[in-house]
T-cell receptor, first 116, second 114 residues
Framework: GQQLNQSPQSMFIQEGEDVSMNCTSS?????WLWYKQEPGEGPVLLIA?????ELTSNGRLTAQFGITRKDSFLNISASIPSDVGIYFC????????????????FGKGTLLTVNP | ETGVTQTPRHLVMGMTNKKSLKCEQH?????MYWYKQSAKKPLELMFV???????ENNSVPSRFSPECPNSSHLFLHLHTLQPEDSALYLC?????????????FGSGTRLTVV
């Protein structure tokens, strides 16, 4: 099946620092998604990307859909303690007839710890 | 309030027990999903229901049995589980099957098999 390589596995940073994480794949995806999961909760969608080269921001978060469609990165600027959690990338490509049904493939996640 | 509610939040069961996980969504979505989340592994899709019909079954052992009585409710029936089945089980829903940006996850059930 499809696999996503997400790095780094974990990060320990100081409050105020910028953060960068990325996902790569050997397969082409039509959609890239970034989720955040806080302790004791399910993943929550942060940013969705639909076009190669697309750069999208959500507050202090910025994500890009790689030109090759095989990678994506997420940046967090000026980190704060509430940014702690696990960040997942996910890629989606069409499967089944008519391209109307899609499989979502997740990375293993990046655990972010922010020291105040 | 995420719109997807899972119960129980925590469950400890013996290998000979039978238990069920429940998921309920109040979002009017047509598709519901079960995922397994294990430490240091990607989320694993287990089952997909679209309009109450099972449309995806990713080689999941028969000791896991899903049930979708209506578009708002999804169950995962468990019996004779193994310790390696201990994980966080997440339910999700979306407007239609595969609408990635519309996935809403529940908070999960933390399952421990002893």
């Amino acid at each position: 099946g499809q696999q996503l390589n997400q790095s780094p596995q974990s990060m320990f940073i100081q409050e105020g620092e910028d953060v960068s994480m990325n996902c790569t794949s050997s397969s082409i995806f039509n959609t890239w998604l970034w989720y955040k999961q806080e302790p004791g909760e399910g993943p929550v969608l942060l940013i969705a990307l639909y076009k190669a080269g697309e750069l999208t921001s959500n507050g202090r978060l910025t994500a890009q859909f790689g030109i090759t469609r095989k990678d994506s990165f997420l940046n967090i600027s000026a980190s704060i303690p509430s940014d702690v959690g696990i960040y997942f990338c996910a890629g989606q490509l069409p499967s089944g007839s008519g391209g109307s049904n899609y499989k979502l493939t997740f990375g293993k996640g990046t655990l972010l710890t922010v020291n105040p | 309030e995420t719109g997807v509610t899972q119960t129980p939040r925590h469950l400890v069961m013996g290998m000979t027990n039978k238990k069920s996980l429940k998921c309920e969504q109040h979002l009017g979505h047509n598709a519901m999903y079960w995922y397994k989340q294990s430490a240091k592994k990607p989320l694993e899709l287990m089952f997909v229901y679209s309009l109450e019909e099972r449309v995806e079954n990713n080689s999941v052992p028969s000791r896991f049995s899903p049930e979708c009585p209506n578009s708002s409710h999804l169950f995962l029936h468990l019996h004779t589980l193994q310790p390696e089945d201990s994980a966080l089980y997440l339910c999700a829903s979306s407007q239609d099957w595969g609408r990635a940006h519309g996935y809403t996850f529940g908070s999960g059930t933390r399952l421990t098999v002893v």
